[in-house]
């Protein structure tokens, strides 16, 4: 059995092989390719993916799978990558092929109609895919099965055991502590941040990221940072982990925060167990916890003040001129400022949330039936009036802003939320189980914490699903209250509401 | 029948799909790889190697590929294409899988023999493995089939239709004239070029180096230039065809010359039709004529009077002080300095024949076994002292400076100095077919000789077996002459001698 173990193992990494050769290709395509370059790029991508799927759903490799689930003398972790290994074959092969090129085909036609919308910024260019996108999504739902809501099947494949109920759950008093929380800043005087938008030099920014970057703990003996359009983090082992960022000259927060959100991110890759190479152990367990990592870096370490009780001194040295005159503290709220906002990928740690409920809810709606994609430009405006009070000027900056329904991603956007709700809990546990853990922040010593995570997330892969593992690190499973705490101790701080 | 051949060409392109694959894994190894992530990298490319390899050799795909054979309805092309596919898949399967995995394992234990050996400055490390990787190239011949020598068969590898008999006919006029004209070189006095190994600024070199590539017709807009240990040239397909380069900033000619020879290749695959991607007649022809191209732009254009007299005047702009005083003659004279060598990587135009005419004599004596592997060392020491007058000091410099035994690769060598013959061949070619060829480029434009290229060699892929492009193009086969010839004129210029 141990042999038919290893050639288990052996089939499966070599499906990951295909998989990681596809990440280096794209992350060669957004950080290398030249203009004219993409012609057979796309062709070259789509012919490793169609390779990876058929050996991912080859017969021959599912009954060694099914043989080896009835094995018992596997030990635990080989029981668990044999179980999870199953589990994604038999998810795959609910859609046959005829299924699998319809989606490919109507995906990127749909990309092609988001892009033109966009540019031409009339959201019904866009509508007839999108019309179709969500027949599609629906018939996949009915294929995976779901038990209450049939836009539980699409959460589980970002967010596995993830449910309408549950996120109803924790949107509630989400929404509605939120809301209170920003009325009392919108009472209270608006912060000065006009000093983050001078210009910063791109090469200082650069050197500046670089460093933040070690200092947090990625290692570049087994990673690299470059620059893309939109920043990312890839990975083609635990051992290649890779993160970009971008660099806006007259916005000094555009990079240094999407450089620590990848780090966090990256971070997690390179603490997935090298030995698990290819297995589902040796991969990360959802959209939600992933998020988590990146928010965790980015928000509860990189905005807070011992992080940068160290670190301001260091960025003054860089930037004198960009910084004279202000102090700490200013410094720190100014990085903090809570103003609503038109996109998503621009707003403050509270707005955030926000955006995430607003395509939660239109989503969920639609895969009701109680909305048409008609409806939708409509719902979206109304919402960002009544949520955030902003009025949405044109599609392009309205429901033509984000990619993922242009993907045929339904079901996405929720873990991002999760993914801070998730970082809060999880930061207020590591600072019990870590003494002192902010104190060493302040001395620009987060090792501690890394060892942590790494502990508790990292090394485990997908030995239990995201809930099982909030609830063995914290013991309870996913609660908002946990960030609505974090948000009124730093907003009191920052704004002084109470 | 037109289905069939459609079916052809997307089964082609799939495994050209997977063999661009690993281009681009290979290129991001060379050129992006952090220091501690190659664990899985080679992992990754062997994987889709093997895929390659099994879907280039599948039953099917050989029954798909005969069925065309017989079919009439085809045009020229599609013919060609057709029947050089069936040729390579007859070669292909002629080795079992046993046999090529016996290669791949030997390969790899060379590499790291020859590495150690090399480190350690001692061949003996690295005979046992060569002796196994002589053996095995013994077999392959015998496998792959020759009419008068067995080295016939691995010479066919690399430049179809190449034999000993040929090589014998090219090499022995090239050495008995080579040497008279070092003889007479070697009576004259030094040239001076010591103002070659001033200090060179990188990033300046860097800037000057990308001004020559897109001068001589690189195009950046689906090409790139990185910085690799040792400079190449890779294509993913001809509209993505990228070159890497090195910088010594104590040694000018280090790095311009190897971006024009790598420039030369890059034109040579950006050249080639890209409607035939992935298909015979969208590859380059044999290992000779690329190299014909790189030498034809490094050495043809890129070391004569009158591409320095357009450029020299930029470039004592870049670099006045270390310039200072140096006259146009003065550089031209320096850039085409003769010097006996120990290592080929550095040789001069003419003593690099002599270098490969080395090692031909050596792997050809290995072939027909008059010597073995231990006899290796003596031959080689002798042959230098000899041939270039220069005592070998150690192992490192002698027979273990080259990769390529290390790789199993024997038979290579010769296309070096074939390159070369070709390149002077058809550059008189060039001058007779376009008027005022050289007062163009001495003008900067070197767009007539580009064209000339394209139309005579780039465009046709593997139409024409070299030797047939040859005689297309020149009305004869590969002859020596011209490059004596264009030796003796430009050494009688150079060093006066006549």
Redesign the interface.
Same mark, same amino acid.
């Given at each position: 059995m141990a042999k038919l173990y290893s050639s288990f193992v052996s089939k499966t !990494? !070599?499906i990951a +092989?295909?998989g #990681? &050769?596809i990440a280096? =290709?794209s992350w +060669?395509k957004e950080v #290398? =390719?030249?203009? $004219? &370059?993409a @012609? /057979? @790029?796309s !062709? *070259?991508i789509s012919? =490793?993916a169609t =390779?990876a799927h058929s050996f991912a759903v080859d017969k021959k490799y599912r009954r060694l799978v099914e043989k080896l689930a009835a094995d018992k003398s596997l030990n635990r972790q080989q029981k668990k990558n044999v179980k999870l290994t199953l589990e994604s074959i038999e998810k795959a092969t609910k859609f046959d092929s005829a299924f699998v090129k319809r989606r490919s085909e109507l995906v990127s036609q749909a990309y092609h109609d988001w892009v033109k919308a966009k540019e031409a910024n009339d959201h019904t260019v866009f509508l007839p895919a999108l019309e179709k996108l969500l027949v599609l999504n629906k018939e996949e739902a009915e294929i995976l099965g779901y038990k209450k809501h049939p836009y539980d099947a699409l959460l589980d494949i970002y967010e596995p055991k993830l449910t309408v109920a549950k996120l109803d759950g924790l949107f509630k008093p989400l929404k509605r502590d939120l809301k209170k929380i920003l009325r009392k800043i919108n009472a209270t005087k608006q912060i000065d941040n006009t000093f983050l938008f001078k210009r910063y030099s791109k090469n200082t920014q650069w050197q500046y990221g670089l460093d933040i970057l070690e200092q947090i703990g990625y290692? /570049? #003996?087994? $990673? @690299?940072q470059d620059i893309s359009i939109h920043p990312f983090t890839t990975s /083609? &082992?635990s *051992? +290649?982990v890779r993160v970009t960022t971008r660099i806006d000259e007259n916005d000094f927060s555009n990079m240094l925060w999407s450089c620590i959100h990848e780090g966090g991110h990256a971070l997690y890759e390179m603490g997935l167990p090298?030995e698990q190479?290819g297995l589902p152990l040796g991969e990360a367990v959802s959209l939600g916890i992933h998020e988590s990592q990146s928010r965790l870096w980015e928000n509860n370490v990189g905005r807070s003040l011992p992080f940068w009780k160290h670190n301001f001194k260091s960025l003054k040295k860089k930037f004198p001129k960009q910084l004279e005159g202000v102090s700490l503290r200013k410094f720190y709220k100014a990085i903090n400022k809570v103003s609503p906002n038109l996109i998503r990928t621009e707003a403050d740690e509270l707005h955030y949330h926000f955006h995430v409920i607003i395509r939660y809810e239109i989503e969920k709606e639609l895969m009701e039936g109680t909305i048409s994609v008609n409806d939708i430009k409509t719902q979206w405006n109304k919402k960002y009036k009544s949520y955030l009070g902003v009025d949405v000027p044109d599609d392009a900056r309205g429901m033509l802003q984000d990619i993922h329904w242009s993907h045929g991603s339904f079901g996405y956007f929720p873990t991002y939320s999760i993914g801070s709700l998730y970082a809060a809990q999880l930061y207020v546990q590591a600072k019990k189980d870590i003494e002192g853990l902010e104190t060493q922040i302040s001395k620009g010593n987060s090792t501690p914490l890394l060892a942590w995570l790494r502990e508790n997330i990292h090394i485990h892969g997908r030995m239990y699903h995201p809930e099982q593992l909030c609830k063995r690190i914290t013991g309870e499973g996913l609660n908002s209250k946990y960030f609505l705490k974090y948000a009124m101790e730093k907003y009191s701080d920052v704004y002084g509401i109470r």
């Open positions: !990494q !070599q +092989d295909i #990681n &050769s280096v =290709l +060669d #290398n =390719l030249p203009k $004219g &370059s @012609r /057979f @790029r !062709q *070259q012919t =490793l =390779l290692d /570049f #003996n087994i $990673g @690299r /083609f &082992s *051992q +290649d090298a190479y």
